[in-house]
Nanobody
Framework: EVQLVESGGGLVQAGGSLRLSCAAF????????IGWFRQAPGKEREAVSC????????YYADSVKGRFTISNDNAKKTMYLQMNSLKPEDTGVYYC????????????????????WGQGTQVTVSS
């Protein structure tokens, strides 16, 4: 059984930082994409940042480029998202997601490629 266990969400003031972690258990393949998606109230779920377990290819949404950094520790099967210079518009529920095999990097942002999802962690940025 695959499990994605998220941690690190919380309440922070604008300009602050948070680090999200996602521990993956039971993924069937060594080559997969893993990333963070967020959903704000009344909005669709969107990709924030994703990374390939095999070659480290990454994707960042334009809105977070230069502020967020994704990394993946294959030995620990844990993925991290360092979020700096947070803005109120970063508020939302952040979901960790992983694919059931390799994903073409140019399509990392598509939710349809991800087979496993965590329960989500709330990130709230106050102004």
């Amino acid at each position: 059984e695959v499990q994605l266990v998220e941690s690190g969400g919380g309440l922070v003031q604008a300009g602050g930082s948070l680090r999200l972690s996602c521990a993956a258990f039971g993924l069937p393949f060594d080559d997969y994409a893993i990333g963070w998606f967020r959903q704000a109230p009344g909005k669709e779920r969107e990709a924030v940042s994703c990374i390939s377990s095999s070659d480290g290819s990454t994707y960042y949404a334009d809105s977070v480029k230069g502020r967020f950094t994704i990394s993946n520790d294959n030995a620990k099967k844990t993925m991290y998202l360092q979020m700096n210079s947070l803005k109120p518009e970063d508020t939302g529920v952040y979901y960790c997601a992983a694919s059931d095999g390799p994903v073409v990097p140019s399509t990392f942002f598509g939710t349809k490629w991800y087979d496993y999802w965590g329960q989500g962690t709330q990130v709230t940025v106050s102004s």
